[in-house]
């Protein structure tokens, strides 16, 4: 059995591996992997992997292939918690992803009390955690920061019900830490300082994934949807992209 030492921890990746019993690689790739446990799933990888709710960062990290046992020592890992959001510039503009564009204006047009909700959008596209999930995950990352617990709830109630059949188990864990306000740490900074360096960072994250949260997130804020009195105050600009 290979035994490794994390350095940090999210919270969905502590309460899976907290247990101390053995995690059975499931998914591996260049830099990280997706191990599980009866506690759920964590995503294990060196730092460049970036902190997250899945994540722990190990000493050494490399490699193992599917199927392999691996013991993560979580005593000392330093848990991660998002930064709080408390920008009050003006949200920056972003353009919808192509790959979503209908069934994403139709969910921003369901936030808004316009029209069904776009069942489609959930589990739609390639890759290891689809365009739509990315989006609809950015969304509720996005609200939940800024106090906007009614709406990120709807989302919720909406998407995680369908993430049980349309998506994969990885995107499903996405979502249920995005439906809790908590993703990768580049997208909190960015919803921190609306500062577009961070959209680079979210650029290298998968192949779109990174993009497509900040899509949502971004693009949510903009949504003219009641917001709960103890928010943070945002500024809106006219946006083309709704």
Same mark, same amino acid.
């Given at each position: 059995?290979?035994?490794?030492?994390?350095?940090?921890?999210?919270s969905?990746a502590r309460?899976?591996?907290?247990?101390?019993?053995?995690?059975?690689?499931?998914?591996?790739?260049e830099?990280?992997?997706?191990?599980?446990t009866?506690?759920?799933?964590?995503?294990?990888?060196?730092?460049?992997l970036?902190?997250?709710p899945?994540?722990?960062?190990?000493?050494?990290?490399?490699?193992?292939?599917?199927?392999?046992?691996?013991?993560?020592?979580?005593?000392?890992?330093?848990?991660?918690?998002p930064?709080?959001?408390?920008?009050?510039?003006?949200?920056?503009?972003?353009e919808?992803?192509p790959?979503?564009?209908?069934?994403?204006?139709?969910f921003?047009?369901?936030?808004?009390?316009?029209?069904r909700?776009?069942?489609? %959008?959930?589990? /739609?596209?390639p890759?290891?955690?689809?365009?739509g999930? *990315?989006?609809v995950g $950015? =969304?509720?990352? +996005? @609200?939940?920061a800024?106090?906007?617990?009614?709406p990120?709830?709807?989302?919720?109630?909406?998407?995680?019900?369908?993430?049980?059949?349309r998506?994969?188990?990885?995107s499903?864990?996405?979502l249920?830490?995005?439906?809790?306000?908590?993703?990768?740490e580049?997208?909190?900074?960015?919803?921190?300082?609306?500062?577009?360096?961070h %959209?680079?960072? /979210?650029?290298?994250?998968g192949h779109s994934?990174?993009? *497509?949260?900040?899509? $949502? =997130?971004?693009? +949510? @804020?903009?949504?003219?949807?009641?917001i709960?009195h103890?928010c943070?105050?945002?500024n809106r600009?006219?946006?083309?992209?709704?």
């Amino acid at each position: 059995m290979i035994g490794l030492r994390a350095r940090s921890i999210g919270s969905a990746a502590r309460a899976a591996l907290h247990a101390g019993a053995p995690a059975r690689v499931f998914a591996s790739f260049e830099r990280s992997c997706y191990v599980e446990t009866p506690s759920g799933i964590a995503c294990i990888g060196g730092p460049g992997l970036g902190l997250g709710p899945l994540n722990a960062i190990v000493e050494d990290f490399e490699s193992f292939p599917v199927g392999n046992s691996v013991f993560i020592e979580i005593e000392k890992a330093a848990l991660w918690k998002p930064r709080a959001s408390f920008s009050t510039g003006i949200v920056p503009e972003i353009e919808i992803p192509p790959s979503i564009e209908k069934p994403a204006r139709a969910f921003l047009a369901w936030l808004r009390n316009e029209g069904r909700s776009p069942d489609e %959008l959930i589990g /739609l596209g390639p890759g290891l955690t689809p365009a739509g999930d *990315d989006f609809v995950g $950015g =969304a509720m990352i +996005a @609200l939940r920061a800024f106090g906007r617990a009614g709406p990120a709830g709807r989302i919720a109630a909406w998407a995680l019900p369908l993430a049980k059949d349309r998506t994969n188990r990885i995107s499903r864990a996405h979502l249920e830490c995005a439906a809790q306000g908590e993703g990768h740490e580049a997208l909190h900074d960015l919803l921190c300082t609306f500062d577009r360096k961070h %959209l680079e960072r /979210l650029a290298r994250i998968g192949h779109s994934s990174g993009m *497509d949260a900040a899509a $949502g =997130a971004l693009l +949510a @804020l903009s949504v003219n949807i009641p917001i709960a009195h103890e928010c943070h105050c945002v500024n809106r600009s006219p946006r083309g992209t709704l």
